[in-house]
């Protein structure tokens, strides 16, 4: 499997600074808004430490409440299936769509979906997918894959979607206008919603006391997809659920405000069971899950609601893109739950990250993200999957921090070499510092040479 | 009270005035008895955020021997200080010396503002001064209120600067973003590293900062060397370096 190369892809992604600055800024106007909704509500902090609490029981007791879950989404009507990953879920997908003679499917935003790669899954079997949320359809439209679990398509410029739609849409070249863009989108998705045979939808919060769910979006779009088609299929994390329906009073107060800075998604649909005549399927899908609640270290990352706000105040991630992680759930979140899957592949992801601590503090569930992504790179580091220069590097700066002759040795001869060797000696290919920095400048004495000359002055 | 002072490695090396200053300011603000053990070297904080936990345990092994009998351990970085307090679980023996130590270990400035109490210092210091918020003091010792939190604003860091005559603090758009020095971050992600560096530069200068301070030299050896390589006219010190020189104090031979 290749590596993934975070370094490698945000260098790219740096590379074109306006661009770059560009995606800073829009992120940031976001957690902007976030602030302003988070210093708005005093119990603010109160709502995070509950949701934690909540989560936290939920995932102790998860076996327990997924099986509540279970029965009362049978007894309401639906039905429900496991996959244990994302093979078995495409499959129970296929298989559903086949059964009904489906050809055309609607999607509403499902991460999830995107996790199991199942867009391409379905079309290699000509079967249609449409992604109905209009920033993940542009991506779609683009071959690409989101690059923000909850602003799919945040890398892209509207001059670029009025490109994409001209050629897509047939819209007037060179059209920029939010509006009139969204209005041709809408014609078109709307053909679709009515031609589409089954409508699948992602699910925010599975409610295990009533077996329903909610599913929050903000353009409608989940709820014509399941209002037309008579299947609705409904792809579900084992990690998703709340034990009551009276804790929704808590979450989908903190979701939206932790997401995009609004006090709540335009639409928050409660599905309790299938429309009459019509089927509903819930997809409970495990795919890596377990291995995370199995782990001490990793568990509390299940907690996770998706709402993309350690994404945006992340200032790595603001300043490479989703791309640069090569994973369907990018960013300080993504930088956890993905290594669990594969920690070769994943490897540098624990480490685009300045240890700032700032996810945790946006975090409305409270997870620990910075100690879990330093828990990471030390299980990398066990796993040997650290570059060897590195490994060496640290096992020799790991020798002079700890023994007095050989660091005071270091020390001097460093502080020489940069006090008498020529520039290009210092600044090169091999000094990654330099490129764009100066180096410190060296003093003629350490603190520690003060302090001895200074102790043995007194004494004299 | 003995207070043992901890000078980072690359304060030691690289600059010895930010230690010198924070014996100054310890000794005018008569902490007690000041030394500085030379048995210390490093907190053992470059190799434990890489990862490597076997390389990183014989530096936090010698920081516990060194200064476990201290009433105190002062450090001029918040970032050693977390290690210490925060991250030594698992890399240290003998753990009951251990929490000892992790109990009285502090970063300067809550050490002046927690356990001397002193009163704000009285100085002149007639600049405008960019203070940035180092993370680690900032989220991982709580220096400060961070701005995504929604608790009663403080800072341990500014209330010490905030009453020199003259001072004026820069206004930023971004008051606690990091600077994108992160350890070895800083070379093995040197492009992200770089742009955050100049960002965070450039808010402090549009807020007209003419002096660019934080509780941590490592930040500001990030900064700095972005702001030599393009010549900007900052004048970057350290907030020990600062407060010695807003008291009076002499911080060179």
Redesign the interface.
């Given at each position: 499997m290749k590596t993934q190369d975070?370094?490698a892809a945000?260098?790219a992604f740096?590379?074109d600074?306006a661009h770059?600055?560009w995606h800073?800024q829009a992120l940031?106007f976001i957690r902007a808004k976030r602030?302003k909704c988070?210093?708005g509500?005093?119990e603010?902090?109160e709502l995070r430490e509950l949701a934690a609490q909540i989560k936290q029981h939920t995932i102790a007791h998860l076996g327990d409440y997924l099986e509540q879950f279970e029965r009362n989404a049978t007894r309401l009507g639906a039905v429900v299936h496991w996959a244990r990953d994302a093979a078995e879920h495409n499959a129970i997908i296929l298989a559903l769509l086949q059964e009904h003679c489906v050809r055309r499917m609607v999607k509403s935003k499902s991460m999830l979906t995107e996790e199991c790669g199942l867009n391409p899954f379905l079309e290699q079997q000509g079967i249609e997918v449409t992604d109905t949320d209009l920033g993940e359809w542009i991506v779609q439209l683009r071959h690409e894959h989101p690059s923000h679990i909850v602003l799919p398509a945040i890398h892209i410029k509207k001059e670029d979607v009025g490109e994409l739609f001209h050629r897509e849409l047939g819209t007037e070249k060179g059209a920029t206008d939010p509006a009139y863009l969204t209005e041709a989108a809408r014609h078109r998705l709307r053909e679709k919603f009515l031609a589409a045979e089954a409508g699948l939808t992602g699910v925010n919060f599975g409610i295990a006391e009533t077996g329903g769910f909610v599913v929050c979006t903000n353009e409608g779009n989940s709820d014509l997809g399941t209002s037309l088609p008579p299947i609705h299929i409904a792809s579900m994390g084992i990690e998703k659920l709340v034990p009551r329906l009276d804790d929704m009073g808590v979450f989908l107060r903190l979701l939206a405000r932790s997401a995009t800075g609004q006090p709540i998604t335009a639409y928050s649909t409660h599905y309790h069971g299938p429309r009459p005549g019509c089927e509903l399927h819930i997809v409970l899908v495990d795919n890596g899950r377990t291995k995370l609640l199995a782990s001490e270290e990793f568990r509390n990352s299940l907690r996770c609601i998706r709402c993309g706000a350690c994404l945006n105040?992340c200032?790595?991630y603001r300043?490479?893109g989703g791309h640069s992680y090569g994973v369907s759930v990018a960013g300080p979140i993504g930088s956890i739950v993905n290594p669990s899957r594969d920690p070769e592949k994943h490897r540098s992801l624990?480490?685009?990250?300045?240890?700032?601590?700032?996810c945790?503090?946006?975090c409305p569930v409270k997870i620990d993200l910075p100690n879990q992504l330093?828990s990471?790179?030390?299980?990398?580091?066990?796993l040997g999957l650290?570059e060897p220069s590195?490994?060496r590097l640290?096992?020799l700066?790991?020798?002079i921090?700890?023994?007095?002759r050989l660091?005071a040795f270091a020390?001097k001869a460093?502080?020489t070499l940069l006090r008498f060797a020529p520039r290009w000696a210092v600044y090169n290919r091999f000094n990654?510092?330099g490129?764009?920095?100066?180096?410190?400048?060296?003093?003629k004495?350490?603190?520690?040479?003060?302090?001895?000359?200074?102790s043995q002055q007194e004494k004299q | 009270m003995r207070v043992g002072l901890f000078?980072p490695?690359y304060?030691?090396?690289?600059?010895?005035?930010v230690?010198?200053a924070t014996?100054r300011l310890l000794e005018h603000f008569h902490a007690g008895e000041i030394e500085?053990p030379?048995?210390q070297?490093?907190c053992?904080q470059?190799?434990?955020?890489?990862?490597?936990?076997?390389?990183?345990?014989?530096?936090a092994?010698?920081f516990v021997a060194t200064f476990r009998s201290y009433d105190y351990i002062v450090a001029p970085s918040g970032s050693c200080v977390t290690m210490v307090r925060n991250?030594y679980h698992g890399l240290v023996a003998d753990e009951v010396a251990l929490s000892e130590v992790q109990a009285k270990t502090f970063e300067l400035c809550e050490f002046l503002t927690d356990v001397l109490q002193i009163e704000p210092p009285v100085g002149r210091f007639p600049r405008r001064v960019g203070l940035h918020q180092s993370?680690?003091g900032?989220?991982?010792l709580r220096l400060g209120s961070?701005?995504?939190?929604?608790?009663p604003p403080f800072n341990k860091t500014e209330s010490l600067l905030a009453n020199l005559d003259g001072i004026e603090f820069a206004k930023l758009e971004?008051p606690d973003?990091?600077c994108?020095?992160?350890?070895?971050?800083?070379?093995?992600?040197?492009?992200?590293?770089?742009?955050?560096?100049r960002?965070r530069i450039a808010d402090h200068e549009r807020g007209g900062a003419e002096v660019l301070t934080a509780g941590d030299m490592s930040c500001l050896?990030?900064l700095?060397?972005?702001i030599?390589?393009e010549r900007r006219p900052l004048r970057v010190l350290h907030v020990a370096e600062l407060l010695a020189e807003a008291l009076g104090l002499t911080i060179s031979?």
């Open positions: 975070h370094p945000a260098d740096v590379a600074d770059a600055h800073d940031w602030d988070a210093h509500l005093p603010w902090e105040t200032p790595v300043r490479s624990p480490f685009a990250c300045t240890l700032c601590g700032s945790a503090d946006v330093l990471w790179r030390k299980r990398i580091a066990e650290i590195k490994r640290m096992r700066a790991g020798r921090l700890s023994t007095p660091y020390g460093g502080r990654p510092w490129r764009q920095r100066e180096m410190p400048l060296p003093p004495e350490s603190f520690r040479e003060w302090h001895k000359r200074q | 000078i490695c304060i030691d090396q690289f600059y010895p005035r230690g010198i014996l500085f030379a048995a070297i490093c053992g470059p190799m434990a955020n890489a990862g490597c936990m076997a390389d990183a345990r014989p530096a092994e010698r991250h993370c680690h900032l989220r991982e961070d701005s995504e939190l929604n608790i971004r973003e990091c994108g020095f992160g350890g070895s971050f800083a070379i093995y992600e040197e492009g992200v590293s770089c742009m955050m560096g960002d050896m990030h700095d060397g972005l030599r390589r031979d």
